[in-house]
């Protein structure tokens, strides 16, 4: 079986298949996959960081099944200076939409943290002089379309920018992955 660890750059597809030219895919990337693995799950084009990619059926299903409740931290720059008592309702689950209906997330995990020492991002995030923006960490056992962006929207605070910082056993805390740098590939 084959696994790979990527950093998925902004703005790249989680998939192989170019539909349109201008698409930017994982076919895209300096590595000779083989043909046979495909992304455990998904990050949308406006998010990156890590992303598994394997052709055993068995760990995808095992990291992907809602029974496991494996964990994933991202790490969201947002704009505004949010207390953590303005948070606190990612942390009690809240109520968002997916696919126009209501949905009500599982309890989230989230903390203030430092800026991450993270590569820059082509293209950089906007800057505004008179706003500010803070990072959050926050862990999930769910992962629904957009899910990160629709919490921290819920409670007043957009997301700028959108790192998945851990997957599972994998992190970008952990001094193996943590020099990892947008479209680096690693077998694991």
Known sequence: MDSYLIYKPYRMLSQFTNEIPEHYTLADLDYNFPRDVYP??????????LLLLTND????AQLLSPKNKKPKTYWAQVEGAPSIQDLHPITQGLTI??????????PAEVNIIPAPNLPERDPP????????????????????????RKMCAAVGYPVLRLVRAGFD??????????????GDVVRV
Do not use: C, F
């Open 125 to 148: 995030i906007r800057y505004r002089k008179a706003i500010p923006t803070t990072w959050l960490s926050l862990t999930l056992i769910e992962g629904k379309n957009r899910q990160v």
């Open 40 to 49: 455990v799950g998904r990050l949308d084009a406006d998010s990156e960081g």
């Open 57 to 60: 059926k068995s760990l995808n």
């Open 97 to 106: 939409k997916i696919k126009r209906k209501p949905y009500q997330t599982l």
């Open 169 to 182: 056993q994998w992190s970008l805390t952990d001094p193996h992955w943590s020099m990892m740098k947008p």
